[in-house]
């Protein structure tokens, strides 16, 4: 996750640090296209978490706004975020599962702004929402380490770690300069996936499980010295999926820039 970060900093800097003299020179008066990098929490919601407040885990992004009309933007970004859930101090904590995964997710889609987003300065509030993909990587600590799930079919079912994704989100700004706003963002984001935790549906026949590590994460509770789950029983909810929150901080830079600067700016991307 350090190294995500890392590279997701160095990034917002190349975006947000461009020259002046690149903007000053430029020929248009408008500030359509914007970029913003953010950091922050995330929160899981799903089978293993009744508070999602519990569990918060660090959280990166990379963002990108072009302004259609004065309170439209189309908007992309995309999302490194870490997730966590156990159920220790739950009502099923009996059942001893948890998981830990760190995802990529990046979505396209439509900003709705209260007031003008080309202001020079002062506060604005939106809503945005979108559709997009995510990559499912969850994993479960084993006596030999951390283990990925998806493979070992913990529930006797294969299923695809690609999901879609539908964000909603808050974003309050303050532009504090022509150039510069600081955000704060905060957003939901549900997932047509009910394996984000590898957890949906009933404990599967252990004696049609492909290994004996994945009979042992299946069903944990003879961890607690408890006897396993019959073959049918509830392992989780099938009629809701899961989800995620973020929120995060944001430095925001408006760009002024002709087409010759603009290709020249990414050109640190490279």
Not at 177 to 200: E, F, G, H, I, N
Not at 225 to 241: A, D, I, Y
Request: net charge positive; proline share 8%; glycine share 8%.
């Amino acid at each position: 996750m350090k190294f995500f970060v890392q590279i997701t900093f160095e990034i917002g800097l190349c975006l947000v640090l461009i020259p002046e003299g690149w903007a000053q020179r430029s020929r248009f008066q408008n500030q359509n296209l914007s970029v913003h990098a953010g950091l922050g929490v995330a929160n899981y919601s799903g089978d293993l978490n009744e508070n999602t407040a519990r569990y918060s885990r660090p959280a990166v992004s990379l963002g990108v706004n072009y302004q259609i009309l004065p309170h439209v933007a189309a908007r992309g970004e995309f999302r490194i975020y870490q997730l966590f859930g156990s159920q220790v101090g739950t009502p099923n904590f009996t059942n001893n599962l948890s998981f830990r995964s760190t995802n990529p997710d990046a979505w396209l889609g439509v900003e709705l702004s209260a007031l003008p987003a080309n202001r020079p300065a002062g506060f604005n509030a939106g809503l945005y929402t979108g559709i997009g993909l995510t990559h499912l990587s969850p994993k479960a600590p084993s006596q030999n380490g951390w283990v990925l799930l998806p493979p070992l079919r913990t529930e006797g079912v294969s299923y695809t770690q690609v999901a879609g994704v539908v964000p909603f989100g808050l974003v309050l700004t303050y532009r504090f300069s022509p150039k510069y706003a600081l955000q704060a963002d905060l957003s939901y984001t549900y997932s047509l996936s009910d394996y984000l935790d590898d957890v949906s549906t009933v404990y599967p026949d252990p004696d049609l499980l492909p290994s004996s590590l994945a009979r042992a994460l299946s069903d944990r509770r003879p961890e607690l010295g408890l006897s396993p789950n019959q073959p049918g029983f509830p392992r989780g909810n099938p009629n809701s999926s899961d989800s995620y929150i973020l929120a995060q901080l944001k430095l925001k830079r408006y760009l002024t820039l002709t087409n010759r600067q603009y290709r020249r700016s990414l050109r640190c991307l490279k």
